[in-house]
């Protein structure tokens, strides 16, 4: 999995740029950091990798169809022709 490359000090020196208390911008730096580090963070190559068995089971699915229904239409025109 991916990780998020979090920085402190940047942040907290906004935070109180923004009018917070350094220990409340402190509090708030470490929940988030903690929450970041706790997340599990899906890449598109993580996507790829786990959608491509469903991608190949579609076309096969897509190809049967296909099969079924043209089937169906030679039953159908020989029924009547």
Avoid: C, Y
């Avoid at 998020?4 to 730096?29: I, M, P, S, W, Y």
């Avoid at 996507?47 to 169906?72: C, F, H, N, R, Y």
């Amino acid at each position: 999995m991916a990780s998020v490359t979090f920085d402190t000090h940047k942040f907290v020196r906004r935070l109180r740029e923004a009018g917070f208390q350094e220990n409340q911008a402190e509090a708030l730096t470490e929940a988030l950091r903690f929450a970041l580090e706790d997340s599990e963070l899906v890449t598109r190559k993580d996507l790829q990798i786990e959608l491509a068995p469903i991608k190949s089971d579609l076309t096969v699915v897509k190809w049967m169809l296909g099969l079924l229904l043209g089937g169906v239409a030679a039953l159908v025109l020989k029924s009547f022709f």
